[in-house]
Every structure is written in structure tokens, then in C-alpha cells.
């Protein structure tokens, strides 16, 4: 029998029938990296993670947090929205609510939700993150790759900033530019969702 955790319940009908889709885990598709053209060992080696590492997310075997997902997003060179592109070929400007793509990572207890994004040339992107009771960004803060807006949609969530830690409830909002270590953690009885607006800075 699967065991599902507490969030798993609380994805929509349309998320639960999409089970062979390779989002469902939190998996990265190799052929992103392919198309970089960067082998196994040449990202680990950018990310620090070992290459079995990365190729048990790759088929599956193991589910990264937020911010390792953050780490190998950066250093593809790709946002973390390019990974739901890969699966969807065609752009569109409205995003239903029971029609969005998203990526389930059991080891941050979360899942975050595509609302929007402009095409690979953009370095804007949008979304929704689910964390819920236990869950946490990663095991440490982490720097923003981007320059993120924050709005605190339900519940409460613990914000470490360097060494500081505040939290944040349901209507606060926060602006982190980049740069900034971060670590987002869920240590209350109820989910907490967060909208995350992001926008990486383009190097002149």
C-alpha cells in the first residue's frame, strides 16, 4: 500500500491523475541537462552534489528541497520554471486553476504550483508554494538566485534571513533581493501557502 503524506491529500483531483507525469515526484528531466549540453559529473560539480545524487532525482529515486531544485536550476543557467516548460510545449497566457503545472518535493513536505511565466528568454516567473507542517525550503538558508517578492497567502510561516528569523502571517509580504540566505520553514499545525513573484537580474 503507498503512503501518502498529509499534503498529498490536499492536491487537486487533476493533480492525483496525472501520475505518470514526470512533475509528480519533483523530478529534473535529463533531457534539460542535454540540451545544455552538461554531463552528470560537470553538474555536480557546479552544484556540489554527487552525480548518483543527481541522477536518482533525475529518474525519481529521491526528492530534493527547494533549494537544491534552486542550486541545479542556477546552475543549468535555466530558471526553476523551465522545468515545467519542458513538459509544456505550448505558451499560454492564462493559467486555469485546476490546469497547473507543478512539482511535488516530499523532502521539503511541499509543492509548488506554476501561475505564470513568459518563454524561456524571461526572467520572470510566478508561483504558488505549498509547505506543510515539517516542511522546510532546505536544511539551511540558502542565497535568492532572483529578486523575490513574497505574499503570505494562508498560515504561517518561519522566514530565516542571514541570522534573523521573523514570522510571517497570513497577508504579510516581504521583498528578498538577490543574494539574500533565506530558509522558509512551516513549524505550525496547518499548511502555509505562499506566492512567490521572482525576477532574475540579467548580467549587462
Known sequence: MEHKSDYGSRISKNHEEKEHDWRKPGRIPPCLREQHGVSLRALAAHTGFSPSFLSQIE????SP????????????GVTLWQF???????KVNIVRSDERSYLRLEWSRAHIEALGFLGDGSNFQAAMVEINPGGQ???????SIHDEFAFILEGQLILALQDVEQ???HGDSITIPTGIA????NESLAPAQILIISVKLSMA
Open 167 to 169: 514570522v510571517l502571517y
Open 137 to 143: 525550503s532546505g536544511k539551511h538558508a540558502t542565497p
Open 65 to 76: 528541497s527547494i533549494s537544491s531544485m534552486e542550486q541545479i536550476a542556477n546552475a543549468l
Open 84 to 90: 515545467f516548460r519542458v513538459a509544456d510545449s505550448a
Open 182 to 185: 533565506r530558509q522558509w520553514r
Open 59 to 62: 529518474n525519481g529515486v529521491c
